[in-house]
């Protein structure tokens, strides 16, 4: 197992709790003020608050994705009177509607592969490329296993969305997580299973940064420079109330390809914002760490935190996360190395201060976590694209927004802090967030009060144990074949694969030839996407 993964004798817990977490070109790209912002806990409110945005668009809409789906219903139970209600029928309808308005759409190029088993998705998407005003393009400006994972919206500069949720099926669902609730159902009429996600709304100065950030990713991708809107008035969705209001957000990123500034220079080694403010805030961290990811699969995360419950006075830890991970690629090494750690921390700690647990429906269905949150002692939140795993932290491209309670100063926003992590355990929970916070008030601890809340039968949370692993599963997990956390040259990492897969057994080969093809497949379509004029913008547009 790498050191990462093991207590360090320079644990970084020294962080002077005077100091603070969020610092520009460290922890974070830069702090922007935003007059407004919201938490957005599930996709069935931020699709109908993204939908009402786009409506109050006046000159530009840029939507940055890992996927996107024509096919999905923004409101699949009210939808507004006479405006389309799926993406694509939507955005074609809002920009024939409003000459003056221009939607850009930009999405990673391996997504690409899904599309043949979307329908009419591939015939929506031909009439955007070959559109003046809403265009789409493939971005391909990455390394090679690497993936363009942010998530973010940006209507006229003014108004901004980033967070964890793409607009795509298997997305929608509400805070109840109903089960078999008839409208979390698939374009082709198929159930998918209860979802929850997080997202954020900003809007002033923050708004205004993550639309460079956008416009520098479409220049990367299609080698067009776009031109920032014109100032609007400020505004904000009427049903959303904002949980925080006139302070500092910061921007942290992952973005192999960028240096500090924000733009591509060939030969630099990459910004890693993002790994840096993981640090930062489980060193500075007193009393507890919350997290929710898609994954506790980061070696040199998770190694933090080992380090800080090897602490005998250190803080509490609650991870949320799925009970797994859909795929078989994904269960082999976010999984995998999910439980390797989970043995290495049990190992190494045994300690009452740390739980890691799964949410499951009344029913006793799990809840798929694919929200990515942390908070930190009340002070720090941060809400963004990045998983715990090794690739969000220097491989694939990841937004973050973050917000810190300064020591001593504006105790308003500890308490709106607080707000918004005892909403996502009342959620989980099943619970009322007064029942969260009495509870807490009686107990002063964090795992105290999961454990007093947690039921036996019913919607609530289940604790998650490591699961046993074949040689070949810990291999993969130690050489992160399937999870790296840097760039590398493809020769390199088929040597990695073959010292990994020397020994041949039914498992290794399954996994390295589905890796193969998938990489074959991948480049291919890479190439034809480019040749079509889906990357690079074509002449004369």
């Not at 919350?290 to 830890?317: C, H, M, N, T, W």
């Not at 999961?450 to 993969?476: C, M």
């Not at 399937?482 to 080969?509: C, K």
């Amino acid at each position: 197992m790498p050191d990462a993964a093991r207590p360090s004798p320079n644990c970084q817990s020294s962080h002077n709790a005077a100091d603070p977490i969020l610092v520009p070109g460290r922890t974070c790209w830069r702090m922007e003020k935003a007059d407004r912002v919201a938490v957005i806990i599930d996709a069935a409110a931020y699709f109908a608050r993204i939908k009402a945005a786009i409506l109050n668009a006046r000159h530009t809409v840029m939507l940055i994705g890992w996927d996107f789906d024509t096919r999905i219903k923004l409101e699949p139970d009210d939808p507004m009177p006479g405006v389309p209600n799926e993406l694509g029928d939507f955005l074609s309808w809002i920009v024939r509607v409003r000459p003056e308005l221009t939607i850009n759409v930009l999405k990673w190029d391996l997504a690409i592969l899904k599309m043949p088993f979307r329908g009419g998705t591939p015939l929506v998407l031909l009439d955007w490329i070959s559109s003046r005003r809403l265009r789409f393009r493939l971005d391909s400006a990455h390394p090679p296993g690497a993936c363009h994972h942010q998530k973010i919206a940006i209507i006229d500069d003014a108004l901004a969305f980033c967070g964890g949720i793409d607009m795509t099926t298997d997305r929608w669902d509400t805070p109840d997580h109903r089960d078999g609730d008839p409208r979390r159902v698939r374009p082709n009429g198929e159930a998918y299973g209860p979802f929850h996600d997080v997202t954020t709304a900003v809007d002033g100065a923050a708004a205004r940064a993550l639309g460079e950030l956008a416009r520098e990713r479409w220049h990367r991708a299609t080698g067009e420079m776009l031109i920032p809107p014109p100032p609007v008035p400020a505004f904000w969705p009427d049903d959303l109330e904002p949980d925080f209001r006139d302070l500092p957000v910061a921007i942290a990123r992952t973005d192999p390809m960028a240096d500090h500034e924000g733009t591509q220079k060939t030969g630099k080694r990459g910004v890693r914002e993002i790994e840096a403010l993981y640090l930062a805030a489980i060193a500075a961290a007193r009393d507890f760490i919350y997290l929710e990811s898609q994954y506790f699969a980061s070696q040199k995360i998770v190694g933090a935190i080992i380090d800080r419950l090897s602490e005998p006075d250190g803080p509490e830890v609650v991870v949320i996360n799925p009970e797994r991970t859909p795929a078989w690629v994904e269960e082999e090494s976010m999984g995998s190395a999910r439980s390797l750690l989970l043995q290495r921390l049990h190992e190494t700690v045994a300690n009452p201060r740390f739980r890691i647990l799964a949410p499951v429906t009344e029913g006793g269905e799990g809840i798929y976590v694919h929200a990515k949150v942390l908070v930190v002692d009340d002070r720090l939140l941060r809400v963004g694209s990045s998983n715990i795993n090794n690739r969000s932290q220097g491989l694939d491209t990841e937004c973050d927004l973050a917000i810190e309670c300064a020591p001593g100063e504006r105790p308003e926003v500890c308490r709106s802090i607080r707000s918004v992590r005892t909403r996502l355990m009342a959620e989980h929970l099943g619970v009322s967030v007064e029942e969260v916070e009495r509870t807490e008030e009686a107990t002063g601890s964090l795992t105290a009060t999961v454990d007093r809340l947690i039921r036996p039968a019913g919607r609530s949370l289940r604790p998650l144990e490591p699961q046993p692993l074949t040689e070949t599963e810990r291999r993969l997990v130690e050489e992160r074949l399937l999870d790296p956390d840097r760039p590398e040259p493809m020769a390199a990492t088929i040597l990695r694969g073959a010292t990994v897969f020397g020994d041949v057994n039914r498992t290794a080969w399954r996994i390295g030839a589905g890796v193969a093809a998938a990489a074959v497949v991948g480049v291919g379509l890479a190439l034809l996407a480019r040749r079509n004029g889906l990357g690079k913008k074509m002449q004369g547009e």
